[in-house]
């Protein structure tokens, strides 16, 4: 049988989703935890990997099983055995076709900035402290030019190992909630580090220091180099991801714990 299960984890003390050797994975944790409750082991594979201090509020993965457990025992029990940072949301049977990589039509990711002259101890890891005023409407004009299918290797780490660098941004707006600044981001797939060099670039228009153009000309000119720097993994979090509705699957309880990350950016939508 395939399950697919959502996630929420923060990522702060773990070396990333994927499951490394002496280092702290969420993979490795979530498989201990499942493996426990199947009595075998469970390898799972999850719609997108995030890096080292990256949070997630609507992960999903899926994993196979001979094991024959309710739906609320899956998940009941394999909370239990999972440490206070990581939850699994959801459990459901799926077709042996799903696979929560390749199945997925789109991924969202947000990416907080706390934008005030005094950090937040409370937000330390979850939001980006920038304490120079940031234009929010400017930044969300600029980020415009990069909806649609591009290159995206102006905002594509080094180290990045995707085979190609095109991808189809559908959505992405900036909205700002107070001290808080919202960056969302919805793609078919992202490469490494993009929306991290995304937040970077957005910045530097945000404070003043480069036009509203400028995205424009840094996505067209395709260097890396010429883009602005790579924002920190504590604001990122991988908001959801969206699968074809035959497939059933729920949306992602981590959208009810906007209001404590002071989402709700439909109130404040640009358009």
């Known amino acids: ?6 996630i929420e984890y923060a990522g702060s003390r773990y070396a990333g989703w994927q499951r490394q050797v002496g280092a ?26 995030t ?7 609507g992960q999903v ?8 457990r309710p739906m609320r025992g899956w998940l ?13 949301s959801f459990v ?9 990589r390749y199945r997925a039509l789109a991924r969202t990711y947000r990416y907080l900035i706390l934008n005030r002259s005094t950090r937040a101890p409370l937000l330390a890891d979850r939001a980006y402290w920038r304490h120079g005023a940031l234009d929010a409407p400017r930044m969300h004009a600029a980020l415009q030019a990069l909806v649609g299918c591009h290159d995206f290797s102006a905002f594509r780490a080094a180290e990045c190992q995707a085979k190609q ?23 078919n797939a992202f490469l490494h580090h993009m929306v ?49 509705p035959e497939y059933g699957l729920p949306g992602p309880a981590g959208d009810g714990l906007s209001a404590m990350i002071g989402e709700e950016m439909a109130a404040t939508d640009p358009g």
Request: net charge negative; glycine share 10%.
């Open 196 to 244: 991290r060099n995304i937040v970077g670039s957005a910045i530097e228009v945000g404070e003043g220091s480069r036009p509203v153009e400028w995205i424009g000309e840094i996505l067209a000119g395709r260097n890396r180099r010429e883009a602005g720097p790579t924002a920190p993994p504590g604001g990122l979090y991988f908001a959801r991801v969206d699968y074809a």
């Open 24 to 49: 702290p994975s969420v993979q490795a944790e979530i498989e201990r935890a499942l493996a426990l409750i199947a009595c075998h082991p469970v390898t799972v594979q999850c719609a997108g990997r």
């Open 1 to 6: 049988m395939r399950l697919a299960v959502g």
């Open 165 to 187: 660098p095109t991808r189809e941004v559908q959505r992405i707006r900036v909205t700002r909630r107070g001290d808080l600044i919202h960056l969302e981001v919805t793609a």
């Open 76 to 88: 009941l029990g394999t909370n239990g055995e999972l440490p206070p940072d990581i939850a699994i």
């Open 51 to 57: 890096d080292a201090g990256v949070h997630a509020l």
């Open 61 to 68: 993965a899926h994993f196979d099983t001979v094991a024959e």
């Open 92 to 100: 459901t049977p799926v077709v042996p076709e799903f696979n929560a």
